[in-house]
C-alpha cells in the first residue's frame, strides 16, 4: 500500500504511474482529492468545534461558581458537541474510502523500470548457456528432435496425469519412482545452496494462512479468485467465522513476509533472508485453455521461495544479490535461462520492480518463466505493519520507526526446474542424464531409465 501523505502530496506524478502501468488514474483513485478534502477539512472543524466546546465549559464553570443562570451558554455546548459528532461521523465516513481507495491502488514503478503495456515490451537483461548446452544444442536446433517433458515422464514411468486426474481432476500431476526423488533432490539441492552458501535462513512455515496474512502481501482483496479458501464447515454452523478464516498459501512469500506482521525490528536484524521449501496452491483463474499439457500450470505445486527483510537504502543491492542467488541454481544444474526486466504493464500488483528468470524448453522450442524477483520497496511492509527502529538518535531523540522493505523470488520452482531437467538432459534413447550438481541427492544415480513398476498408465 501506498502512503497516504505521499500520494496526496504527488498526486500528478502518481497519476502518470498508474497511466504507465496500463492503469487509468480516474478508475484507480477514483474520487481520492474530494474525498481526502473532505475528510480534512471534517477534522479540522470538528477539531475548531471542540476547542469552543472546551472554551465555554470553562466559562461556564466560572459562571456556575459566581452563581448565574448558564442555560444558553449550555445550550451552545450542546450544538456544538452534536454538529462535532456529525463531522467527525463525516470524517470517518471518509476515511473508511480512502482506505478502500489506496488497498485497490498498485505499487508504483521504479524508474529504472521500462514502460511498456504487456510481455512483449520486457526487455532480455542477459542470456545464459556457459557456452555449451547439456547436449550440445542451440535454441533453435537440438542435437535430435526433441520431447516435451510430459512425453519423457510419461514414457519413462515417472510422470501420471491421468490417475492424478482420477484422484484429484484437472491440473494435478502424480511422481513416480526416480521421478519423486528428482523432485525432492531438487528441493534439497536448492535449500543446501540457499542456506549453507548465500547465507538464508530456512523456515517451515504453515501452509494455511488468514486474511489477514493475504492482505498483507497483496493478494487480497483484488486476487481472492487466484486463491483456494478452506471451508471450515464447523466454523460456519457455530458461526466463528474467524476460526474457519484460512487460505491455502498461493507461494510462501505469504506466511514468511508474515512472519513479521506488527512488529518492529532492530535496525541490526536488516537484511534478514529466509528460504522455505511449501506446496504452493493456485486456482489459475483465468487461464482456461492456457498450458493444459504438462507442468506448467499446475494447481498444486513445490516451490522454494526466497524472502528478504532489507534497509530501504540497500533494498536495491539485495534485489540484485536476491536475483543471482535465484540464477546460482540455474547455473550450477547447467539449464539455461535469460534474465527479463519487467514492463511497468506486466508487474505483478505489488512489485515495484521485477526480473523474471526464464529457463530454455527444447522440447516446446520456447522460454518458460520459472523465478519471479521483486523488490516490494515498503508497499508490503506498510500493508503487514513491518518496521524497523533506526539506530542512534538524532539530536538526542529517538528516530522514528520507518518500514523496512520486503523483497522475494523462487529459488526456484521446483516443478519448472523439473520440467526443464527433462527437457534439457534427454538423451536419444529415451533416458534423462541426472545433472552433476544433483547425482549426490539422487542415491548417486547418474540417469534415470523407464521404471519398471505399475505406475505409469501409458506402460500397461
Request: proline letters at 5%; hydrophobic letters at 35%.
Amino acid at each position: 500500500m501506498l502512503d497516504l501523505g505521499y500520494v496526496r502530496a504527488n498526486l500528478t506524478h502518481v497519476e502518470e504511474k498508474l497511466r504507465s502501468r496500463g492503469a487509468d488514474p480516474a478508475v484507480v483513485l477514483g474520487d481520492f482529492a474530494t474525498v481526502d478534502q473532505t475528510r480534512r477539512d471534517a477534522i479540522t472543524q470538528a477539531e475548531t468545534l471542540k476547542a469552543q466546546r472546551n472554551r465555554l465549559s470553562e466559562v461556564i464553570a466560572k459562571l456556575r461558581r459566581a452563581g448565574e443562570d448558564t442555560t444558553s451558554l449550555s445550550e451552545q455546548t450542546k450544538s456544538l458537541k452534536v454538529h462535532g459528532d456529525a463531522l467527525a461521523i463525516t470524517a470517518t465516513t471518509a476515511d473508511d474510502h480512502l482506505r478502500e481507495i489506496m488497498q485497490a491502488v498498485p505499487n508504483l514503478p521504479q524508474d529504472s523500470v521500462p514502460v511498456g503495456k504487456d510481455e512483449r515490451d520486457n526487455h532480455v537483461e542477459k542470456t545464459w548457456d556457459n557456452g555449451e548446452k547439456p547436449n550440445g544444442y542451440t535454441p533453435a536446433n537440438f542435437a535430435f528432435p526433441a520431447l516435451p517433458h510430459w512425453e519423457i515422464g510419461e514414457r519413462l514411468g515417472i510422470l501420471d496425469f491421468e490417475r492424478a486426474a482420477k484422484i484429484s481432476g484437472s491440473r494435478f500431476v502424480v511422481h513416480f519412482g526416480q521421478g519423486a526423488r528428482l523432485e525432492r533432490a531438487l528441493a534439497n539441492f536448492m535449500l543446501d545452496l540457499h542456506t549453507r552458501e548465500h547465507g538464508y535462513t530456512e523456515v517451515l512455515p504453515p501452509y494455511m494462512v488468514n486474511s489477514k496474512s493475504l492482505f498483507g502481501t497483496g493478494q487480497l482483496p483484488k486476487f481472492a479468485e487466484d486463491l483456494f479458501h478452506c471451508d471450515d464447515k464447523g466454523a460456519y454452523e457455530a458461526g466463528n467465522f474467524q476460526d474457519g478464516d484460512h487460505w491455502m498459501i498461493p507461494t510462501a512469500e505469504v506466511p514468511v513476509t508474515n512472519l513479521f506482521r506488527d512488529e518492529t525490528l532492530d535496525e541490526s536484524q536488516l537484511t534478514t533472508s529466509f528460504c522455505a521449501y511449501t506446496p504452493c496452491f493456485r486456482s489459475e483463474a483465468g487461464s482456461y485453455g492456457k498450458d493444459v499439457r504438462g507442468m506448467i500450470r499446475q494447481h498444486q505445486f513445490q516451490k522454494v521461495e526466497l524472502v528478504k527483510f532489507a534497509h530501504p537504502d540497500r533494498s536495491h543491492e539485495e534485489h540484485e544479490r536476491l536475483t543471482r542467488d535465484a540464477e546460482a541454481v540455474l547455473e550450477r544444474l547447467g539449464l539455461p535461462y535469460r534474465r527479463m526486466l519487467l514492463c511497468t504493464g506486466d508487474m505483478g500488483f505489488s512489485s515495484a520492480k521485477t526480473y523474471d528468470l526464464e529457463v530454455w524448453l527444447p522440447g516446446q522450442n520456447l522460454y518458460r518463466e520459472i523465478s519471479s524477483c521483486s523488490n516490494f520497496e515498503a508497499f508490503q511492509a506498510r500493508r503487514a505493519n513491518i518496521r524497523f527502529k533506526p539506530a542512534g538518535s538524532a539530536q538526542g531523540k529517538a528516530k522514528k520507526s520507518e518500514f523496512v522493505h520486503t523483497l522475494n523470488g523462487s529459488g526456484l520452482a521446483v516443478g519448472r526446474t523439473y520440467l526443464a531437467v527433462l527437457e534439457n538432459y534427454q538423451q536419444a534413447d529415451g533416458t534423462v542424464r541426472i545433472p552433476d550438481a544433483l547425482v549426490p541427492y539422487m542415491n548417486g544415480e547418474t540417469v534415470i531409465v523407464p521404471q519398471t513398476h505399475t505406475g505409469s498408465t501409458k506402460a500397461r
